[in-house]
């Protein structure tokens, strides 16, 4: 696929994609015809097929001999699915929203920390202070915070030991990509992260898997409240 065709592939499926997502089309509806979208995007009717299939893979829609592609109910739509998770959060969304971003968090990186407190080896702990030290360097700076805070909770998830865990990372980077997004203008900016993260830190290599579990449960509590208050303060911005 050359750049061109894969860009154009990308920007129909994101456009479908969020159309499904932001209820543009909703559950049982018939998606416009093959026809339509090429014209409308000068994409051929085998991309566009292909595009359908990746939305099929995610759960989003059904094909269906003579009826077309239809929307399948939000139940079946497989919301862990990087796409998806960037196409439900976007500039409209709401705190409420957001909570389940973090639940999912919570259900995860604490049990990571406690694991990387009994497992991590001496290697792991050093690359996790020197990841720290970038994020000290970042300061308040969020686009250069965003890097090392990004390894920092990657690093924890492989440092559990559990492979299963480990592959969870590239569903944790989107995660923390769309909190880094909805948090970018917080007026509490990054800095006062830092005890927490040095918290973890230590917790880890003094072998404590409780201390771990709780600092990394108030780092989320806290990067939680930081969203809600960039929140609000966009919608005060647009009265």
């Not at 939000?74 to 969304?93: C, E, I, Q, S």
């Amino acid at each position: 696929m050359t750049g061109s065709s894969s860009g154009l592939h990308a920007r129909l499926l994101n456009e479908i994609g969020q159309g499904i997502v932001r209820g543009k089309f909703v559950p049982g509806d018939q998606l416009p015809n093959g026809d339509d979208w090429s014209a409308s995007f000068g994409a051929s009717r085998t991309g566009l097929r292909e595009v359908v299939k990746v939305l099929a893979g995610k759960g989003m829609v059904e094909m269906r001999p003579r009826t077309g592609t239809r929307v399948r109910p939000r139940k079946d739509w497989n919301f862990l699915d990087p796409d998806v998770l960037m196409w439900r959060f976007g500039a409209r969304t709401t705190a409420e929203e957001a909570r389940s971003l973090f639940e999912l968090r919570r259900a995860i990186e604490p049990m990571a920390g406690a694991l990387a407190a009994e497992r991590a080896t001496p290697e792991q702990i050093a690359e996790l202070r020197g990841i720290l030290e970038e994020m000290e360097q970042a300061g308040d700076d969020g686009e250069r915070f965003a890097v090392p805070d990004l390894a920092f909770h990657q690093a924890i998830l492989h440092m559990s030991g559990n492979e299963l865990i480990g592959s969870l990372a590239a569903l944790i980077e989107t995660a923390l990509v769309i909190s880094f997004r909805l948090s970018d203008d917080s007026p509490a900016g990054q800095r006062h992260s830092l005890k927490l993260h040095q918290r973890i830190v230590e917790s880890i290599e003094k072998r404590n898997p409780t201390a771990t579990s709780k600092a990394l449960v108030a780092l989320l509590d806290g990067a939680e409240e930081d969203v809600r208050l960039s929140l609000a303060a966009r919608i005060g911005r647009q009265k």
